[in-house]
């Protein structure tokens, strides 16, 4: 064992942590009219700084930062996302939801069935994400296809409890809102992140997606699916399998077939997502596309 003085190693930082710096002074007295003011503050400790206009580009930065360095340090190599709607109901909470609608109007009755009916969804995400994380694949060191969600409730809960269930971590990326939201209570807890930008949130869904499973859903899961689909349909994105579940649903709300016979997209684009109903059916096509065992 050495006895060397440290100060005299020659591989040893010569300045002091950022950490450390910022304990030097909060330890010492410091009550005059100068240190007293904002502006004496170490700029990275200056939170009323940090959040004017102009520091915009720091907070993207930080925003990329952060869950990439945190993921990157927890050995995520990549992820499996599932999107969907934050309104349909478990299967045990199917029957309380209709009726709980049903003193209200026909909209409202018809709205809860309509719900209800979707709960299956509930059980396909959870079954999917279960399934996938007991296969614990790991490659180059890192676990591939772990599970992420939006971190909120409904489709996003199940895919977290799914995961949870099979013993594996998993991924939450919320988002703040003006409404009160949290993470559902099966995320990680070191693997769950907060945005206040839309865009870093969507970013960091794909920056590690090999597969992507689309539920159904509103306005949220529409634009991250069609974001989606526009970055493999243009090349930006490196095609991955899109699995979309819910035809009968799609088929209402999107006419791809007529967005393909008016011209506005190719027939070929027809082809960047698959359909699926079943947890294995989304896996087997995972596992093709990747060559790996159904």
């Not at 995520?76 to 599932?82: D, F, P, Y």
């Not at 997606?209 to 930006?236: C, H, N, S």
């Not at 994105?237 to 190719?266: C, H």
Request: negative net charge.
């Amino acid at each position: 064992m050495s006895d060397k003085d440290p100060e005299r190693d020659l591989t040893g930082r010569r300045f002091y942590p950022a950490g450390q710096e910022a304990a030097f002074f909060e330890g010492r007295p410091h009550e005059t009219p100068q240190t007293r003011h904002p502006a004496y503050k170490l700029a990275y400790r200056d939170t009323e700084f940090l959040l004017r206009e102009e520091l915009r580009p720091v907070r993207f930065q930080l925003e990329l930062l952060k869950p990439e360095m945190l993921l990157e340090e927890a050995g995520v190599g990549s992820t499996l996302v599932v999107y969907g709607s934050a309104r349909i109901p478990s299967p045990t909470e199917a029957d309380a939801l209709v009726e709980a609608a049903s003193g209200g109007s026909e909209y409202d009755k018809r709205v809860a069935k309509s719900l209800a009916a979707k709960a299956r969804y509930y059980d396909v995400a959870y079954r999917l994400a279960r399934m996938v994380s007991e296969k614990a694949i790991v490659e180059g060191g890192k676990r591939q296809f772990v599970i992420t969600s939006g971190g909120g409730p409904s489709v996003m809960e199940a895919a977290n409890r799914g995961a949870s269930d099979a013993g594996a971590e998993s991924i939450g990326l919320n988002i703040v809102l003006p409404h009160e939201q949290a993470p559902n209570a099966y995320v990680t807890p070191y693997l769950s992140f907060q945005f206040h930008y839309f865009a870093l949130r969507k970013m960091h869904f794909l920056l590690r997606a090999r597969a992507v499973a689309v539920f159904p859903g509103g306005y949220g899961t529409l634009d991250e699916f069609l974001e989606l689909l526009t970055l493999i349909q243009t090349g930006k994105m490196k095609p991955i399998p899109v699995l979309l579940f819910g035809k009968d649903f799609w088929g209402r709300v999107i006419d791809f077939e007529a967005m393909a016979e008016e011209g506005v997209i190719s027939p070929k684009d027809l082809d960047l997502f698959h359909w699926c109903e079943t947890a294995e059916e989304a896996w087997c096509h995972i596992a093709e596309f990747y060559e790996l065992e159904c």
